[in-house]
């Protein structure tokens, strides 16, 4: 994918257009502003009276939108719009984008604003709207882009507003990475390249097992950022609020761990390992079962290299290492195209960043945590879904496995 079109979705006022004028400044990208270019085609002079037309009018304008959006050729095209609209008065939706939207688009993105600043905007504009109106027409817009792209199989990320410039620099490179070097990001380019290297069992029978905080109580992602000489190289608030897991945001820690010189990344990994105690109830429940063992984590796979070689695992390891990044996406994607093809999958985790995972196995384990309840709300079937004790004896586990 050389060329690409990428919409940027939002409900008002979170900063699309200014957005927009960041990476307008970006090498080869390109940017439309939806509703002004609306607005050009329908002859009219402010965006405002776009809502003075009847909704047949409003259909065939964006025809004409997305008509001159497919004729263009440019390498990358950014566009920002509006998913739906929100009538707060009889609380419905008009929906603005429809199935042919997401067919030109190759990446949809959703730009994530604190709630209250964006009424703060409205109001210096002359609108007023309530919190309530604003969260619930954000987590229709959110949600609805989110399941609409998984439908057509584009790629979707949750990016930030907080700092626009900064936010831009990390887009600009994470689209590049898509578009220039997909083996280092797309989980179906990571999953193919795993297949190059990992001799499939002939018995079929997989478990997907998560490290930080699976495999051990430890998260070694934290104890890597409480080395001194790394703890200014995290990214603050990286998951918003613990709401997102997916590729941008472990794509962002990537490239700021990139900033680190090998040694001193070397050594906040071996500081890192050094605290890791692993969970020898599953540890050995695993080295017990027939089934083929893949670790796999988002987090940094060197702290994991050593850890293994330092108690004799030869589990085959997927993970995060200098440039490649592993995600919430990679995790679901692996499960989803094992059980496709044919392998009996089980996964076990402890996190959010597990839910597609131990979504798409066909049977998971959760390890029982203080998040446990919000995990079970992000899978959308749970009958095949085990949930066990940290601390569980081995024999229980092997149980849950037969």
Known sequence: MKNAKIVICGISSTGKTTLLKALEQMPNFNIIEGSKTLCKIANLADSSRLKESSENQRNQLGDKFLDILESKNENIIFVDGHYSFYNPQNQSFEIAMNDRDFRIYDIVLFLETDIKLIQKRLQDRGKEWNIKDLQTWHNFELESCKKKAEEHSKIFSVISSENIEIEAKYLASFINTILYNPELLEPKCIFDNFLQTYKLPKNKKIILVDCDGT????????????????????????????????????????????????????????????????????????????????????????????????????????????????????????????????????????????????????????????????????????????????????????GFLC
């Open 215 to 398: 495999l051990s109580n430890q998260d070694a992602v934290k104890q890597f950022y409480k080395v001194k000489e790394v703890e200014n190289y995290k990214i603050p608030n990286a998951f918003l609020n613990h709401r997102f897991y997916g590729l941008y945001q472990f794509f962002k820690l990537t490239q700021k761990r990139l900033e680190l010189d090998e040694h001193m990344f070397n050594n906040a990994c071996k500081i890192a390992a050094s605290h890791i105690r692993l969970n020898n109830n599953l540890i050995q429940a695993l080295l017990d079962t027939n089934y083929n063992v893949i670790a796999i984590s988002a987090g940094i796979r060197k702290i994991w290299d050593i850890v293994f070689k330092q108690h004799n695992l030869d589990f085959f390891l997927v993970a995060n290492n200098r440039i490649t990044t592993i995600a919430q996406d990679t995790k679901a994607y692996f499960a989803k195209e094992l059980v496709k093809r044919g392998y009996e999958v089980v996964a076990i985790g402890d996190g959010i960043v597990d839910s597609g995972m131990l979504e798409n196995a066909n049977k998971a384990i959760l390890i029982k945590n203080n998040k446990t309840q919000k995990i079970l709300q992000n899978i959308k079937k749970i009958e095949h879904v085990h949930i066990i004790d940290s601390d569980i004896d081995k024999k229980t586990i092997r």
